[in-house]
């Protein structure tokens, strides 16, 4: 018999950065023991930095689509985390049980200057998320379960 896996479901507003990074960084670092999914409260194409910035350190999100949260509703989670201040405001309550958290990160697709200093915004975003991840893992894991994770930043 296979040990249920943690559903978690990542909201910001667009799926097109934040929300994008924190599901492939969590499925690509923990993937096995986590269901995990993304979606916005008023979607956008995934940008392009997105993509870009998980590749750097080894993650393929190529195949990442921007979704609605009405795409999910109905379905049940383990925890909602909203990225971003109007997502949390604007986020709909799923069925169950679902513990919310809200991690206040800056959007990436909001930074200008050169595509380098662009991509570096989108980067550090990517960063913080790595290390929430991490804490959120920890913070979870149960006891003597081994501790896995991603090592990024430069």
């Not at 383990?78 to 971003?84: A, R």
Request: net charge negative.
């Amino acid at each position: 018999m296979t040990e249920r896996r943690t559903r978690v479901l990542f909201v910001c507003t667009g799926n097109s950065a934040r929300s994008q990074m924190a599901e492939a960084l969590l499925r690509w670092a923990y993937g096995g023991r986590f269901d995990v999914a993304s979606a916005g409260t008023a979607p956008q194409p995934v940008h392009p930095l997105t993509i870009r910035a998980l590749a750097g350190i080894g993650v393929d999100g190529a195949g990442a689509r921007s979704k609605s949260v009405n795409e999910l509703l109905g379905q049940s989670f383990d925890y909602v985390i909203t990225v971003c201040d109007d997502a949390r405001e604007a986020c709909p309550v799923f069925p169950g049980e679902a513990a919310r958290e809200h991690w206040s990160l800056e959007d990436p697709a909001r930074a200008t200057g050169t595509e380098a200093e662009r991509l570096a915004a989108f980067e550090r975003i990517r960063d913080e998320i790595a290390t929430r991840l991490a804490a959120f893992v920890a913070a979870i894991r149960g006891p003597g379960e081994p501790e896995h994770g991603v090592e990024v930043g430069r």
